[in-house]
């Protein structure tokens, strides 16, 4: 039985630059061979800004998959935990259009200070076909 898919990891990166901000990315796309999209996690330079400050909306093929206010932590992993398991499981789902947006919003909190900003990594876990 030959296999004509692979999983293949699609990351995203932004910069929060500046604190209490609502950042929209609204122009990433998914390779055009995608059929699945299975899983998903988020890091950062900064975990614990990440962990305290961040939430977000993430929509995937014109679906919402994370509504507004969603917690980055959720979707955090520690690396002590195998790679192949870091992903939060979303079955499979279909690309649509292929698009993916995301609006991520930064907020003050008290354990984790802004100081120059942060980046985040958005890995997209996807079936891929050969």
Do not use: C, W
């Not at 950042?23 to 059929?35: F, G, M, Q, Y």
């Amino acid at each position: 039985m030959e296999k004509n898919t692979k999983e293949t990891r699609v990351t995203f990166s932004f910069t929060v630059s500046e604190a209490n901000k609502l950042i929209t990315i609204d122009n990433l796309e998914l390779p055009k061979h995608t059929k699945m999209v299975k899983g998903l996690q988020m890091i950062s330079d900064y975990p614990d800004r990440l962990y305290y400050q961040g939430s977000q909306r993430i929509e995937i093929g014109g679906e919402e998959l994370f509504p507004d206010g969603f917690d980055s932590k959720i979707l955090m992993s520690s690396l002590s935990v195998a790679p192949k398991e870091r992903f939060f499981e979303l079955g499979d789902v279909l690309p649509g259009d292929l698009s993916v947006k995301v609006r991520y919003q930064d907020k003050n909190h008290s354990n984790a200070d802004f100081d120059e900003g942060y980046k985040v990594s958005l890995i997209i876990l996807i079936e891929e076909g050969l």
